[in-house]
C-alpha cells in the first residue's frame, strides 16, 4: 500500500521538538517531495491559548508550500479545541495529538504519554479536537506508561471510537524514553486490532528496516524520526524502495554540501544569524556524521558565533571531502 486517506504517501517525518521546525521540513520536502508527509515539531496549546510569539510561530506554517499535519500537546480538552481551530487558521492541514510526549515537564501537567494512564481525559480531548475542526484527527502515543501498564491496543482502540482517522504508535514505553529497542510486536497487535490506518514507528533506521516493519506488523505506513538527522534524503527513498526493491543512490558530497549551506541559509531567514548560527550546530553535526575527520570540524565548528565564518568552515570543510570523493 501506497497511500490511505488522502494522504500521497505512507512515509511519515517524525515530529520532533527542537528540530523538525520549518527550515528542517523545508529541506526534508525540498528532497522527498510529495513521497513524504510533513509533521510539524509539537505544539503547545498552553502557550498558544496565551499567544506566546514563539508558540505561535511554530504553529504557524502558512509560509510553507505543502501540507503540514500540525502536533499539538496539552491536557485541557476545551484548549485542544480552541488550539486546533487556530492551527487550522494558521495553516494546518490535519491535527495531529501528542499522546506519547516522554518528558517529565510534560508529563507531570497530565499531557503527553501521562493520557496514556489517563483514559477519561485521552477520550475527550480527541472527542473535543474532532468536534472542532473538519480536518482528518490523529493521535501519536506509546506501548504504554512502562512494562507493568502496556495499553496500547486498548488505547489504539479508543481512539478509533472517538474518531481518530489514522493512529501512530512508537513501539516503546515511556518509561524506555527513547532508550532500548521499540517493539514491533506491540505495533502489530495494534494494526491487527483496528480498522483504521495504523503508522509504525521507533527504530527505523534504513530503507530495509522500514520494508521489514511493514513486512513484520502490516502497517499502512512507517514514520522515521532520528535516522532523517542529516540524511533528509532517506524518506523518500524508502518511498521508492518500497516500490521498487532497488537499493537507493549514493548522495554525493557535493549535493550534502549544498544542502547543509541551504539548511543555513534557511536557518538564518526563519530566525536571524546568531541564532542560525547556534541551531545550525546540530545539524550540520549530523550532515558531517561519517564523514572524515567529522570530530574535529565539529569541535571546531561548535566555537564560531559569526554567520559568515560559520559559512566559510562549512564550505571548506565538505569541499574538502568533495575532492576526496572524486
Ligand atoms: C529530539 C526528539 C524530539 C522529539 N519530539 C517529539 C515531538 O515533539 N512529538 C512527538 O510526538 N514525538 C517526538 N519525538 C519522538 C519521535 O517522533 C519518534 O517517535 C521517536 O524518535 C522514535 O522514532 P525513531 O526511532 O524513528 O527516531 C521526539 C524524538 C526526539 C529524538
Redesign the pocket.
Known amino acids: 500500500m501506497t497511500s490511505f486517506l488522502h494522504f500521497k504517501s505512507n512515509v511519515f517525518l517524525?515530529?520532533?521538538?527542537?528540530?523538525t521546525d520549518a527550515p528542517m521540513r523545508n529541506i526534508v520536502y525540498g528532497k522527498c517531495k510529495d513521497k513524504v508527509n510533513i509533521i510539524s515539531?509539537?505544539v503547545a496549546i498552553n502557550a498558544l491559548s496565551r499567544k506566546n510569539a514563539k508558540t505561535y510561530k511554530i504553529a504557524d506554517v502558512r509560509g510553507e508550500p505543502y501540507p503540514v499535519i500540525v502536533?499539538l500537546v496539552g491536557a485541557s480538552p476545551e484548549l485542544f479545541a480552541d488550539a486546533a481551530q487556530l492551527a487550522v487558521e494558521l495553516g494546518a492541514s490535519a491535527i495531529d495529538i501528542?499522546m506519547?510526549?516522554p518528558v517529565r515537564k510534560i508529563t507531570t501537567t497530565g499531557a503527553g504519554s501521562a493520557l496514556m494512564k489517563d483514559i477519561k481525559s485521552a477520550e475527550q480531548i480527541i472527542k473535543a479536537v474532532k468536534n472542532a475542526i473538519n480536518l482528518d484527527v490523529s493521535v501519536?502515543f506509546r506501548k504504554g506508561w512502562d512494562e507493568n501498564s502496556i495499553n496500547a491496543v486498548d488505547f489504539a482502540k479508543m481512539c478509533q471510537d472517538c474518531g481518530a482517522s489514522y493512529v501512530t504508535i512508537?513501539g516503546r514505553t515511556r518509561a524506555q524514553g527513547?532508550s532500548g529497542v521499540?517493539d514491533w510486536k506491540i505495533i502489530a497487535d495494534v494494526k491487527n486490532s483496528l480498522n483504521i490506518p495504523v503508522i509504525g514507528?521507533?527504530?527505523?533506521n534504513s530503507v530495509y528496516d522500514a520494508k521489514e516493519m511493514i513486512r513484520q506488523t502490516g502497517v499502512n505506513g512507517v514514520m522515521?524520526?532520528?535516522?532523517a538527522l542529516g540524511n533528509p534524503w532517506l524518506l523518500g527513498q524508502i518511498f521508492d524502495y518500497l516500490q521498487t526493491s532497488k537499493q537507493p543512490d549514493k548522495i554525493s558530497t557535493e549535493e550534502i554540501l549544498n544542502t547543509v549551506l541551504y539548511h543555513v541559509e534557511l536557518l538564518k531567514k526563519y530566525y536571524d544569524e546568531k541564532l542560525a548560527v547556534a541551531l545550525s550546530r546540530k545539524y550540520v553535526c549530523w550532515y558531517s556524521k561519517n564523514f572524515y575527520d567529522a570530530k574535529k570540524f565539529r569541535e571546531n565548528y561548535m566555537k564560531i558565533t559569526d554567520y559568515q565564518n560559520a559559512i566559510e568552515e562549512i564550505k571548506q570543510y565538505f569541499t574538502l571531502a568533495v575532492r576526496e570523493e572524486k
Not at 517524525?14 to 528540530?19: D, E, L, S, T
Not at 514507528?201 to 527505523?204: L, V
Request: charged letters at 15%.
Open positions: 517524525a515530529p520532533m521538538a527542537g528540530i515539531e509539537m502536533q501528542n506519547g510526549c501519536k512508537h527513547y521499540a514507528n521507533g527504530d527505523i522515521i524520526g532520528r535516522a
